[in-house]
């Protein structure tokens, strides 16, 4: 799974409730949030929410959401790969619907301006400092091409070295799915190096750079880049608050036995 996909509980737009899981049906009609513009060919992985899933309903059937498997599956990949862990509160119920239009609209995009990140997580009741330490989530996973081709053939605020080591596979036309690492140095670590190659203007999306633009937030990017637990704190706690975005408790939504589908 994209950890850029922490956003919003990995770009579900409603909260921890699963959203994002929910598979288009072309019988009935119901269009999911797959393929919203951040989430289209960019949030993967959903074989292996799928995996646990299955296991987990093998031996608790109808007893843990889909929405609990994913705040779960978050923390742990953090772990796995170096950072520092949270404590997941659980009992979220799955969500039974999904909206496109508000995930196209609400989530931040790619290109999206610092005033504009910065309303899009007020508008879910972050600060900007929490903003930037979620971002700091951007340190693994990938983007495709088409996500960061006019940063680099228009923006002025990226390192040339940089921006021509990334043209081979990412032309000015085509190669729209071809993925590079959101944080070239140390992808498969999580690290504060994403803050680092923000003060080098190698920020590889548009929206990683604004975050060390000459802007407000500029000073909080200095602080993660050289002060690693200043930076596991903050993500760690954000990610708390983050988990417990708009869940879904008590009667509220189902526990899907499948989380591509509602039951």
């Given at each position: 799974?994209?950890?850029?996909?922490?956003?919003?509980?990995?770009?579900?737009?409603?909260?921890?409730?699963?959203?994002?899981?929910?598979d288009d049906?072309?019988?009935?009609?119901?269009?999911?949030?797959?393929?919203?513009?951040?989430?289209?060919?960019?949030?993967?992985?959903?074989?292996?929410?799928?995996?646990?899933?299955?296991?987990?309903?093998?031996?608790?059937?109808?007893?843990?959401?889909?929405?609990?498997?994913?705040?779960?599956?978050?923390?742990?990949?953090?772990?796995?790969?170096?950072g520092a862990?949270?404590?997941?509160?659980?009992?979220?119920?799955?969500?039974?619907?999904?909206?496109?239009?508000?995930?196209?609209?609400?989530?931040?995009?790619?290109?999206?301006?610092?005033?504009?990140?910065?309303?899009?997580?007020?508008?879910?009741?972050?600060?900007?400092?929490?903003?930037?330490?979620?971002?700091?989530?951007?340190?693994?996973?990938?983007?495709?091409?088409?996500?960061?081709?006019?940063?680099?053939?228009?923006?002025?605020?990226?390192?040339?070295?940089?921006?021509?080591?990334?043209?081979?596979?990412?032309?000015?036309?085509?190669?729209?799915?071809?993925?590079?690492?959101?944080?070239?140095?140390?992808?498969?670590?999580?690290?504060?190096?994403?803050?680092?190659?923000?003060?080098?203007?190698?920020?590889?999306?548009?929206?990683?750079?604004?975050?060390?633009?000459?802007?407000?937030?500029?000073?909080?990017?200095?602080?993660?880049?050289?002060?690693?637990?200043?930076?596991?704190?903050?993500?760690?706690?954000?990610?708390?608050?983050?988990?417990?975005?708009?869940?879904?408790?008590?009667?509220?939504?189902?526990?899907?036995?499948?989380?591509?589908?509602?039951?």
């Amino acid at each position: 799974m994209k950890t850029n996909g922490s956003l919003f509980c990995v770009h579900g737009f409603q909260g921890c409730d699963g959203s994002i899981l929910l598979d288009d049906n072309s019988t009935t009609g119901f269009v999911g949030e797959k393929t919203a513009g951040p989430n289209a060919n960019s949030v993967r992985g959903f074989d292996v929410i799928d995996n646990i899933k299955s296991k987990v309903e093998a031996l608790c059937p109808k007893v843990v959401s889909c929405a609990d498997i994913l705040a779960v599956a978050a923390r742990d990949s953090v772990l796995a790969l170096g950072g520092a862990g949270w404590t997941v509160g659980l009992g979220r119920r799955d969500s039974t619907t999904a909206s496109l239009s508000t995930a196209n609209s609400d989530l931040p995009a790619p290109t999206s301006s610092l005033s504009s990140l910065i309303s899009s997580f007020s508008n879910k009741g972050f600060s900007a400092k929490e903003m930037v330490a979620l971002s700091g989530s951007h340190t693994i996973g990938q983007a495709r091409c088409t996500t960061f081709r006019t940063r680099l053939y228009n923006d002025n605020n990226i390192n040339a070295s940089f921006a021509t080591s990334l043209k081979s596979s990412c032309p000015s036309s085509g190669s729209d799915d071809s993925l590079s690492p959101l944080d070239l140095q140390t992808p498969n670590k999580f690290d504060n190096l994403y803050f680092q190659n923000l003060l080098i203007n190698k920020g590889l999306l548009h929206s990683d750079q604004e975050l060390f633009n000459g802007g407000s937030t500029d000073d909080q990017v200095k602080t993660y880049s050289s002060d690693p637990n200043a930076f596991s704190t903050d993500f760690s706690n954000a990610m708390v608050k983050m988990s417990n975005l708009s869940p879904l408790t008590g009667s509220q939504g189902e526990i899907r036995v499948n989380c591509r589908v509602t039951n």
